[in-house]
């Protein structure tokens, strides 16, 4: 199994441009989440979506973030537009039924100039 | 409120001495306790699963044990490559989202 897989890996974008990142979960996981990582903050949870079905949003920080999954194998967050203060590395990680259990991709490392 | 809380923060261990990372939980209902190791760079990778009190799992060098208020990764004997970040999480009955705490960066010396 290939694991979660994320692109790109890395992003470096001006501010006020749109960003998008993109994320397949593992075949058969049934639940996908979003997360970004900073020194300051840590690991927090933006989104997590159920067959395909937004369940909790209330870590996205603000409306410029959005989020979709338009089918099991696909998802994407995009920032628009995007700020300095959101230079992170942004994580998917996908799970199997509610087992708790999530496996995480390699991650975007996101810089905003 | 359900929180998660590591410590220390940071750990720096000579190669062959054994120590204890802790993680204290406050939660309203435990489904599991989740630990992670993380290297620079990379994405968060499952170590460990513990469902109830008293539960213990092992992986090499790494033993992961359970109480009703924590959990402590016991390192034997640690070697360089353990070097990393180790997270714990929760898994409640609230919500099918877990918790995170903010990790243990652990460097071991040759």
């Known amino acids: 199994d290939a694991g979660v897989i994320q692109s790109p890996r890395h992003e470096v974008t001006e501010m006020g441009q749109e960003v998008t990142l993109r994320c397949k979960p593992i075949?058969?996981?049934?639940?996908l989440f979003w997360y970004r990582q900073t020194m300051m903050r840590g690991l927090e949870l933006l989104i997590y979506?159920?067959?395909?079905?937004?369940?909790?949003d209330s870590g996205m920080p603000e409306d410029r973030f959005s989020a979709k999954m338009p089918n099991a194998s696909f998802s994407t967050l995009k920032i628009q537009p995007s700020e300095p203060r959101d230079s992170a590395v942004y994580f998917c990680?996908?799970?199997?039924?509610?087992?708790?259990?999530?496996?995480f991709g390699p991650g975007t490392r996101l810089l905003v100039l | 409120e359900d929180q998660v809380t590591q410590s220390p923060e940071a750990l720096r261990l000579q190669e062959g001495e054994s120590s204890s990372l802790n993680c204290s939980y406050t939660?309203?209902?435990?489904?599991?306790l989740f630990w992670y190791r993380q290297d620079p760079g990379k994405g968060p990778e499952f170590l460990f699963t513990?469902?109830?009190a008293g539960e213990e799992k092992e992986k090499e060098r790494l033993k992961a044990t359970l109480t009703k208020k924590e959990s402590f990764l016991h390192i034997t004997a640690p070697k360089p490559e353990d070097s990393a970040t180790y997270l714990c999480?929760?898994?409640?009955?609230?919500?099918?989202?877990?918790?995170f705490g903010t990790g243990t960066r652990l460097q071991v010396f040759p």
């Open positions: 999480a929760v898994f409640t009955y609230n919500t099918d989202k877990l918790i």
């Open positions: 075949s058969g996981h049934d639940y």
């Open positions: 990680a996908s799970s199997f039924s509610g087992k708790g259990t999530q496996y």
């Open positions: 939660v309203s209902g435990l489904r599991g």
């Open positions: 979506f159920n067959n395909n079905v937004p369940i909790d």
């Open positions: 513990l469902y109830s």
